[in-house]
């Protein structure tokens, strides 16, 4: 299973604050996505890094990718009200299906 | 585009009845794919489809379940007999082509079986 980890699982921030998520795979991947999910609501997608790119940037949001370890992270920077929700990594390697993990519950207090 | 429509959004049916989730993806995109979401088990993928074809059923949990793609714009999944653990919320999703892009998330069918 290439099933991913997020960590923390959940992560109670003040407005204003930045916010790292984190997020572990257990296999080779073609890309890693990041997905967003407000309370009752669909996922939304945020954004994709492919296994060849380290870095991405997308208004407020950085994710970065090492390939070596694993990982990527999600960071979120001078956070909002607005950006209370679950975020969900997804990753996807070869003809595989996307394998979600978890999520990390992000509450940003105003 | 009005994005990714299911219905119905809440389905409340006791145990045994047939229950039928419906959705019609983003005109133009040639995958789609049926995911169950549970707090338990979080989000898995059930089925997926590439031109109206399915690719990948091995999420399917059983032969209660069942999905058919008739045509580009619509899709079905159907549950005979329904059971309390099917209890979930399903999610359609549809993407322009296969895994390896992003998926637009339809609002989802909370499903209640008692």
């Known amino acids: 299973s290439q099933q991913g980890e997020e960590d923390p699982q959940a992560l109670s921030i003040q407005e204003g604050e930045n916010a790292t998520m984190n997020c572990s795979y257990k296999?080779?991947?073609?890309?890693l996505q990041w997905y967003r999910q407000n309370s009752g609501r669909g996922l939304v997608h945020l954004i994709l890094i492919r296994s060849n790119e380290r870095e991405k940037h997308s208004g407020r949001l950085r994710v970065t990718l090492d390939t070596s370890k694993k990982s990527s992270s999600l960071l979120i920077t001078a956070s909002r009200a607005a950006d209370t929700a679950s975020y969900f990594c997804?990753?996807?390697?070869?003809?595989?299906?996307?394998?979600f993990g978890k999520g990390t519950k992000l509450t940003v207090n105003p | 585009d009005a994005g990714v429509i299911q219905s119905p959004r809440h389905e409340v049916t006791e145990m045994g009845q047939e229950v039928t989730l419906r959705c019609k993806p983003i005109s133009g995109h040639n995958s789609l794919f049926w995911y169950r979401q549970t707090m338990m088990r979080g989000l898995e993928l059930l089925i997926y489809f590439n031109n109206n074809v399915p690719i990948d059923d091995s999420g399917m949990p059983e032969d209660r379940f069942s999905a058919k793609m008739p045509n580009a714009s619509f899709s079905t999944l159907k549950i005979q007999p329904s059971e309390p653990r099917d209890s979930a919320v399903y999610f359609c999703a549809s993407a322009v082509a296969g895994f390896g892009d992003e998926q637009y998330f339809g609002p989802g069918t909370r499903l209640t079986v008692t």
């Open positions: 997804a990753s996807q390697g070869g003809s595989e299906k996307l394998v």
């Open positions: 296999t080779s991947i073609n890309n």
